[in-house]
């Protein structure tokens, strides 16, 4: 549990350096743009590493049933969530509504997993994904991030659509080489 914790603290606590922009810049402009850029990113690395050990290593604590739909609703929130994602390179209609996709992908995609999984390390691992999203989405706004899309792209969001639905069925069919859990069968 405690590395788990840790992984935790490591790579939301990077995280959360925007939100405190006086400190945020005061590390940028000692470290330079790209040394910042470059310790930011292997301290989160770091910290996702932490996570992906801890939770191996995590006893299975259940702290609820989930919903027997809970698994089911999850494969929405997925396809949201991978939309979402691939919103972040492509300009979709999602862009219009929002200047933050990824961060609503990883709502989403945390969402589902607290639906679907009832266990103290699921709950810890996406219920905090979750809230740091939901909050990083608050404080992005109170900052002055806006929606950047000018017009609706209606063909470009079926095709990504489509594509999201073909990464879909590549996560279904692999989840279980990647997250130790089979969906199928």
């Given at each position: 549990?405690?590395?788990?914790?840790?992984?935790?603290?490591?790579?939301?606590?990077?995280?959360?350096?925007?939100?405190?922009?006086?400190?945020?810049?005061a590390?940028?402009?000692?470290?330079?743009?790209?040394?910042?850029?470059?310790t930011?990113?292997?301290?989160?690395?770091?910290?996702?590493?932490?996570?992906?050990?801890?939770?191996?290593?995590?006893?299975?604590?259940?702290l609820?049933?989930p919903?027997?739909?809970?698994?089911?609703?999850?494969?929405?929130?997925?396809?949201?969530a991978?939309?979402?994602?691939?919103?972040?390179?492509?300009?979709t209609?999602l862009?219009?509504?929002?200047?933050h996709?990824?961060?609503?992908?990883?709502?989403?995609w945390?969402?589902?997993?607290?639906?679907?999984?009832g266990?103290?390390?699921?709950?810890?691992?996406?219920?905090?994904?979750?809230?740091?999203?939901?909050?990083?989405?608050?404080?992005?706004?109170?900052?002055?991030a806006?929606?950047?899309?000018?017009?609706?792209?209606?063909?470009t969001?079926?095709?990504?659509?489509?594509?999201?639905?073909?990464?879909?069925?590549?996560?279904?069919?692999?989840?279980e080489?990647?997250?130790?859990?089979?969906?199928i069968g």
């Open positions: 549990m405690e590395i788990l914790i840790l992984g935790l603290a490591i790579f939301f606590g990077i995280h959360l350096l925007p939100s405190i922009p006086s400190l945020h810049a590390l940028k402009e000692k470290l330079g743009e790209k040394n910042f850029k470059i930011f990113a292997v301290i989160a690395f770091v910290g996702l590493v932490v996570i992906i050990v801890g939770m191996g290593r995590i006893e299975f604590t259940p609820y049933e919903p027997t739909w809970g698994k089911h609703i999850t494969g929405l929130f997925m396809l949201i991978v939309y979402c994602m691939i919103s972040i390179g492509v300009k209609s862009q219009k509504i929002t200047a996709p990824m961060l609503w992908g990883i709502s989403a945390a969402t589902g997993h607290v639906m679907a999984n266990d103290l390390a699921s709950v810890m691992l996406f219920g905090s994904f979750l809230i740091y999203s939901q909050f990083a989405i608050f404080s992005a706004n109170q900052r002055g806006q929606a950047k899309g000018n017009a609706l792209a209606l063909k969001d079926l095709i990504v659509l489509g594509c999201s639905i073909l990464a879909m069925l590549c996560l279904v069919a692999y989840h080489s990647f997250a130790g859990v089979p969906l």
